[in-house]
């Protein structure tokens, strides 16, 4: 799709450059609708020169020398790297090539930072390129915006046909006797502008971050405090199995050792990730762009998809005949259209098992559900709303008792937009106070509980233990025979929580415990063991 996003071609050159862009960004780094619009510029575009605030200045930043001279730049530097030249988007999509076997890394490294630099010397071609969002924000605001074209005549429509033709790899002679800038060609620009800017806006950072990953001698992420605790604890123990629960100098070791752990970072009540990591490390930078890209990416899709379904025949040619930038010298029997092949393809192929449903964002999700219904959800949550995935399912264990589950992700993209989120703030912490187990007594005392089935007492340890981890919540009804366990993990007060609750009936604390070996001793794994095997004899 990406090689088609300027001019609806299979323009390699403009792909090779765009898609090392997005990996560059990618991999190194995861209103109110007017009947009337305030102005959407001429219905006849003559020249360039036009109000930066209206559709029509795309035609300056497609004719600009700048702009050709940049896609060009990318091109031939990117194609030192290995691209594939085939003329297929499709299938270089699915296997983008960066590096031949040739081609070291370092060169590679080197090859991209050059595509920085290029795009980073453009500074008024990228501001034309910002001033261009007003434009798109005013044409956005139309209720009636998917009507929208204008004819490029004179001066401003030999440019873009000489540009066109370059771009698309054209014969010299083609041309259009009338030539069109619609919606579908204002919004695919516009997506394609933003990693321009993104780049541009961060061109240090990323150069700095590539020239760090081509180094050999990578930071370390785990902290020396912690490596060094762990490794005199270790040097004094070696092969421990279960009889050193009953040694009161291993237990009052370990419990020691883990409170010193516990007092490397800040908050010396807890056992958590900053005890054992970096500062730096799993820190997610350019969080914001990456979801205002995400929101840009995936608007523009489901506003082409729209415009598609309303103006365009099956193959993505206007059903007006009008030529457009994105329908200019491409052939009426191929399909050119961005959306039409796959936006009715179905979320899920199969019924959802009984007992179980899925939503999203309250939606239920099934067999009718299809792609564009799914990218709807996510315009409608992104930048700042929310976006909730639940499945629940439920199902009888045996005549007795049942099972239910219900799993969630919830994504708050208020909280997540910022610009940087730390991965270590979360809940995964151990209070220390769980250490007071720890000793030859409470051990012997849990022990004897499990084997003489004393079920207060197991019951008030497992609560204690559960209370003491900041992820995990239990809950035991001996009356109705009812367990409830609940693991949540939950990222910067709630920007991204992830929920797993099992709630199970009809049974005891001792069938839950005797669970794992029944199931031990009635499966086997022929496969697996065949796999050991194999290891074991390389």
């Known amino acids: 799709m990406f090689t088609r996003i300027l001019c609806g071609g299979g323009i390699i050159k403009i792909f090779k450059g765009i898609w090392i862009v997005l990996i560059v960004f990618f991999a190194f780094i995861f209103g109110c609708v007017n009947t009337n619009p305030t102005d959407l510029g001429p219905s006849e575009i003559s020249d360039t020169g036009n109000d930066p605030e209206t559709p029509a200045y795309a035609i300056d930043i497609i004719t600009d020398g700048e702009f050709i001279d940049l896609i060009n730049q990318i091109a031939n530097t990117s194609s030192g790297a290995g691209s594939t030249s085939s003329k297929n988007s499709k299938e270089l999509l699915k296997t983008p090539i960066l590096f031949t076997q040739e081609t070291s890394y370092k060169n590679g490294y080197d090859q991209l930072i050059n595509i920085l630099n290029a795009i980073s010397s453009k500074e008024k071609l990228i501001n034309k390129m910002k001033q261009f969002r007003k434009a798109v924000n005013n044409l956005l605001k139309y209720e009636n915006r998917y009507e929208y074209y204008a004819e490029v005549t004179g001066n401003a429509k030999n440019k873009l046909e000489n540009t066109l033709r370059q771009l698309k790899d054209l014969d010299s002679n083609a041309s259009s006797t009338n030539l069109y800038i619609d919606f579908r060609d204002v919004m695919v620009l516009n997506l394609l502008i933003e990693p321009f800017i993104f780049v541009h806006d961060n061109h240090d950072e990323l150069v700095k971050l590539i020239r760090d990953s081509s180094e050999s001698n990578i930071e370390p992420i785990i902290r020396d405090e912690f490596t060094s605790l762990v490794s005199t604890f270790e040097a004094s123990y070696s092969n421990i199995d279960f009889s050193y629960l009953s040694n009161p100098t291993f237990l009052n070791d370990l419990k020691n050792t883990l409170d010193k752990i516990s007092d490397i970072s800040e908050d010396k009540n807890y056992l958590d990730l900053n005890d054992m990591f970096v500062p730096e490390a799993f820190v997610l930078n350019w969080v914001d762009d990456a979801i205002n890209l ?38 009426k029997e191929d399909n050119i259209s961005i959306t039409l092949e796959w936006y009715k393809t179905p979320l899920i192929e199969e019924d959802v098992p009984k007992g179980a449903s899925i939503t999203l964002n309250d939606k239920e999700v099934n067999t009718s559900t299809t792609a564009i219904d799914v990218l709807k959800i996510l315009d409608s949550a992104l930048p700042d709303n929310t976006l909730i995935l639940n499945i629940n399912f439920a199902t009888p264990i045996n005549l007795e008792s049942t099972a239910t589950i219900n799993y969630s992700l919830k994504f708050d993209f208020g909280k997540l937009n910022t610009s940087a989120i730390d991965l270590k703030n979360c809940n995964l912490k151990i209070n220390d106070g769980i250490l007071d187990i720890l000793n030859v007594a409470s051990i012997t005392e849990l022990t004897m509980a ?73 499966f086997s794994f022929p496969a697996n063991l065949n796999l050991l095997a194999l290891n074991k004899n390389k």
Do not use: C, H
């Open 450 to 522: 499990i084997n003489t089935q004393n079920i207060d007492v197991l019951n008030s340890y497992l609560n204690f233990i559960s209370k003491n981890l900041e992820f995990v919540s239990f809950s035991y009804d001996s009356g109705s025979n009812t367990i409830t366990i609940k693991f949540e993990y939950n990222l910067e007060n709630g920007a991204f929580v992830e929920t797993l609750n099992i709630k199970l009936e009809g049974i005891t604390l001792f069938d839950l415990m005797s669970m794992p070996l029944a199931f031990k001793e009635n």
């Open 294 to 331: 995400s929101d840009l990416l995936i608007k523009t899709i489901v506003e082409i998809n729209e415009y598609e379904i309303r103006k365009t025949d099956e193959n993505g040619f206007r059903k007006d005949g009008k030529t457009t930038i994105w329908t200019f010298g491409e052939n």
